[in-house]
């Protein structure tokens, strides 16, 4: 039978020729990924450690190495890995040649051009950053440990209580049987069968969201003649879910609307290096706030945060880091990807979609790039013929595109009131959606704004970093998803700031600030608190901008949030009584010099806040003298620094389309055009020169767009 023992303690790293102890789960970027550098390492790195010869055969399992690992025993190559976010195995026993072998994994986190992702708005910490097991005294006849680093067991649970059952075994030979059993969540035994693919549970209580998420187990065990040789476990739920174009999400027949929020998967100081107490807390978090989906981007997480979601009742939409740049190159990977995403997850009721792309078009779209999405599409129904497919688009896609007639339900990223003026443009942009493709489920995949503590004002507005500001435009964005009642959920952009290298905004470098919480969960920003007034149910009072504790003196307006439908505001000798919802507004509240207690009652709850009554505007409230307070998308390159290594619109036309990448998107009249006698005579023009003809019509939207699909691509 086989023995899982951790390996994780005691490795020696090198980087760079300096060597360290560490203890896995490690990374390398925990600093230099979060903004201690203007830059992040992005190379190779080894880590080694002496194991023991077992017995039986064996296996090395990793939960997760980023990005790509080749891995070897007393220096014989034992295999590779591309992709840093799914586990994979090798069997190493032909290796352990030795009482005590050498093993060593090489890590390389640069930029891949095989491997998803390439470059995108996060930090990619390398390293061995998830458990590392061997799984030793495996039997001959095993439930296959060679399955894309799967449990080899999938079940899939259907409503009136049939359970179907696959599992991929090795080894197999006559005398070999299964015996498949189910237990309820109290343990008893509620349904067994030998070697059949169907099995029945009387009766079956559904796994229902975070009301009820009901859960059984299904084990397999393995027999050779009469001898036990094999065994596995997974837990699954009964639940079925389902979408419609104008009604919306239906959960076991109920209609439920998916307030989501998106969550990455680090941590200030840590980076992806975590445990489980990092995880729990999250989605303690995310309890808090009172959503009931979560969205998983940019690619697989943890095993074990998939297991507490199918405990706690989140419904998860799970995907694979296609993004950003699409490259005919990478497909084979991103299969792959997708693959690994599928097998390893599938039992998870908690999961009830697989998202294969996020903002794909970023450089435009193609037909090469529409089959490539088809192609992942197609895999995913293969794999599992019970979940829906989906996927995010940006903005610039066009509602007609064929794009969204692919994957059965999909979002939209939208950052109305943040990278675009206005926050009501999303108002807009559902309408015209809805005209243009009305079969189409979607939800809101994306959307938010930056807020970097300490940054206060009374007038707060678009772009200027501050709590006020943010918690308005999720006030606005919370009006309009509910109002829409055929959109099926919607997914804040970000639940918890996150690490992303290449910014350096609003006064932070390396982070993306559009988190409800900061990077070290220590802080909820106002926009929490409007997020729980719409959906939680646990009853609270928060003045917003209690952070902003300097106030001027004289009158001033404070806004007060909760979901109890009456507040009242009292500031010596003030006292007003407001009733409403979610927000309640106060003007006209006198601060004066000194210490002014401020208390808001609401029901059973209660805040005070202390306010000093200041003469004129603290300075430290605002963005630093030289901070960058243009806000712009991720991808959009500044017009003064433009990468002289990548390529732009200041290169000729000749030079651009000697260019691999370039030829495969434009494949169709381009290719015409390179083929033509008409080349020799344009190749030299440069093609800032083209696109300014005026003649032509292109305009600077355009421009821009060419501007960064051409500053994504390395000449
Ligand atoms: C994109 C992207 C995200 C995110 C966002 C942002 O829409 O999908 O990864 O980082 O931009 O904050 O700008």
Known sequence: MRKYISINEGWTFEKKGEKS??????????????????TYYRGKC???KIIERQK??????????????????????????LGGYSAFRFEVTDFLSSPKNFLTVEVDNSPLREVYPETADFTFYGGIYRDVNLITEVEKQHFSLDDCGSSALYITPKMNGDVFVKSVISGYETGVRVLYEIFDADGKLVASAGNRVR?????????????????????????MESRTVDRVESRFGFR?????????????????????????????????????????????????????????????????????????????????????????KKQANALSQLEELIKQNMNHPSIFCWGIENEITIQGASPVLTDSIEELNNLAHVLDVSRPTTCAQLTMCPPESELNNITDIMGYNHYYGWYMKTVDGIDEWLKKFKEAQPKVPLCLSEYGAEAVIGYFSDNAVQGDYSEGYQSRFHEHYLNVINSTEWLWGSYVWNMFDFGSSMRNEGGVRGRNNKGLVTFDRKIKKD?????KAFWSEEKFVHIEGGRYTLRRIGKRTFRVISNCPEVTLKCGRYKKTVAGEHVFTFEDVPIKEGNNK??????????????????????????????????????????????????????????????????????????????????????????????????????????????????????
């Not at 925990?30 to 203007?38: K, R, V």
């Not at 039986?56 to 295999?79: D, M, P, Q, R, S």
């Not at 099995?199 to 027999?223: C, I, K, M, Q, S």
Request: hydrophobic share 35%; glycine share 8%.
């Open 199 to 223: 099995l029945h549970v009387e009766n079956p209580h559904l796994w229902n969201g975070l009301e009820d998420p009901y859960l059984y187990t299904l084990r397999a065990t393995l027999f």
């Open 598 to 715: 401020v208390t808001a009652v609401a029901g059973d709850c209660e805040e005070t806040i202390i306010f000093e009554g200041v003469e004129g505007y603290p300075a430290s409230y605002s963005l630093p003298d030289g901070a960058s307070t243009m806000v712009r998308n991720w991808f959009v390159p500044k017009s003064e620094s433009i990468n002289p290594e990548y390529l732009s619109t200041e290169d000729t036309i000749g030079e651009i389309l000697k260019n691999d990448d370039v030829r495969g998107m434009v494949s169709g009249v381009a290719g015409k055009l390179i083929s033509s006698p008409l080349m020799k005579l344009v190749a030299p023009i440069k093609l800032k020169t083209v696109l300014n003809l005026k003649f032509i019509h292109i305009n600077n939207d355009m421009k821009e767009l060419a501007q960064q699909f051409l500053q994504t691509i390395k000449k």
């Open 56 to 81: 039986g055969k064996t296996w090395l399992e990793f939960k997760g190495v980023n990005a790509a690992c080749t891995v070897y025993i007393n220096g014989n190559k034992v295999g590779s890995h």
């Open 527 to 531: 926009a929490f608190y409007m997020y």
């Open 21 to 38: 102890t560490v203890n896995l789960p490690h990374t390398w970027n925990n600093l230099d990924g979060q903004g201690s550098e203007p």
């Open 240 to 328: 079925e879910i389902r979408f419609d174009a104008d009604k919306g999400c239906f959960l076991n027949g109920k209609h439920i609307k998916l307030k989501g929020v998106s969550r990455h998967q680090d941590r200030e100081g840590l980076g992806n290096a975590l445990t489980i107490n990092e995880h729990r807390e999250d989605l303690e978090l995310i309890r808090e706030v009172g959503a009931n989906s979560i969205r998983l981007a940019h690619y697989q997480q943890a095993e074990e945060f998939y297991s507490l979601c199918d405990e706690m009742g989140f419904l998860v939409w799970a995907e694979v880091p296609v993004i950003s740049r699409f490259s005919k």
């Open 46 to 48: 080894t880590y080694t």
